[in-house]
């Protein structure tokens, strides 16, 4: 996936939506639970449902992983299943990972090469040696942790450094990484006041923006002081989507919901 491919399909569908699959098998409807693999069959229900409203999505890792290895099957057939049949999708593994360089390599190569996700959500705290492996694969991007939405992101995010937040730092640092114009960045959109100076230091990059919907973070907000020439938005909502219903007709509720934030994106542009 190149940023211009993705671009295009944000211009397209009139829409910068990224469905989050955060599969936690005490919410999914029961009936699933009769099926040989119940998670894939959530997730797989949620995308055929949504596809034509988003152009990106994103399975929270963590979710699958809870289930040991039945969990990372139906990570692995996501993934397989989203490649396959919308390969124009973009996709996000959210495993917020973070090491030093040879660790971090194998993280990307596991990503990357035998997932075959488009980026990977990770965290910058080790530094420039844990961010770069991940920015040294052609056509793959990495989406830094920057300014997220959780309440305990003040412990650290937004304290002052020589008279300046420290997120603020971050994004400096991390812009003059080798490579950097593979990377993203994950910004809260409960933190929308934030976004032009965000924009202020990176001014073309993508900005992935979870906590639309349940988190309740303004969508008009985050287009206003988010929106670059290119758009340069991913604003993913996970619950508000994909638990709509817990009934047999999840999907098609899930869609509803979809097609309520496509159309307010399509406005907003």
């Known amino acids: 996936m190149t940023l211009?491919?993705?671009?295009?399909?944000?211009?397209?569908?009139?829409?910068?939506?990224?469905v989050g699959l955060d599969v936690d098998l005490e919410k999914i409807p029961a009936h699933l639970l009769q099926e040989e693999d119940p998670i894939f069959a959530?997730?797989?229900a949620i995308i055929d449902a949504t596809h034509d409203l988003c152009v990106a999505y994103k399975p929270n890792t963590a979710?699958?992983?809870?289930?040991?290895?039945?969990?990372?099957?139906?990570?692995e057939k996501t993934i397989q299943y989203l490649n396959k049949n919308y390969p124009d999708h973009f996709t996000i593994a959210d495993a917020k990972r973070g090491d030093i360089g040879n660790t971090s390599t194998r993280y990307a190569k596991a990503f990357y090469e035998d997932l075959n996700f488009d980026s990977v959500t990770i965290a910058p705290y080790m530094g420039k040696d844990?961010?770069?492996?991940?920015?040294?694969?052609?056509?793959?991007?990495?989406?830094?942790?920057?300014?997220?939405?959780?309440?305990?992101?003040?412990?650290?995010?937004?304290?002052?450094?020589?008279?300046?937040?420290?997120?603020?730092?971050?994004?400096?640092?991390?812009?003059?990484?080798?490579n950097s114009e593979r990377l993203m960045y994950v910004v809260g959109a409960t933190k929308a006041e934030y976004l032009s100076d965000i924009r202020a230091i990176v001014p073309d990059a993508?900005?992935?923006?979870?906590?639309?919907?349940?988190?309740?973070?303004?969508?008009?907000e985050v287009v206003k002081y988010g929106k670059n020439d290119q758009i340069g938005l991913l604003v993913n909502s996970s619950r508000g989507i994909i638990y709509a219903s817990q009934g047999?007709?999840?999907?098609?509720?899930?869609?509803?919901?979809?097609?309520?934030?496509?159309?307010?994106?399509?406005e907003l542009l």
């Open 4 to 18: 211009q491919k993705l671009t295009q399909q944000i211009h397209d569908k009139k829409s910068f939506l990224c």
């Open 42 to 44: 959530f997730a797989k």
């Open 63 to 75: 979710f699958f992983e809870a289930y040991g290895v039945k969990g990372w099957q139906a990570l």
């Open 130 to 178: 844990s961010v770069e492996p991940f920015l040294a694969f052609e056509d793959k991007f990495a989406i830094l942790l920057a300014l997220t939405s959780n309440g305990g992101s003040a412990d650290f995010q937004t304290k002052s450094v020589d008279g300046k937040p420290l997120y603020q730092e971050v994004l400096r640092t991390a812009s003059q990484y080798k």
């Open 206 to 220: 993508f900005l992935l923006v979870p906590g639309v919907g349940a988190q309740g973070g303004s969508l008009s």
């Open 248 to 266: 047999t007709d999840f999907a098609q509720e899930a869609r509803e919901k979809a097609i309520d934030l496509q159309q307010q994106m399509a």
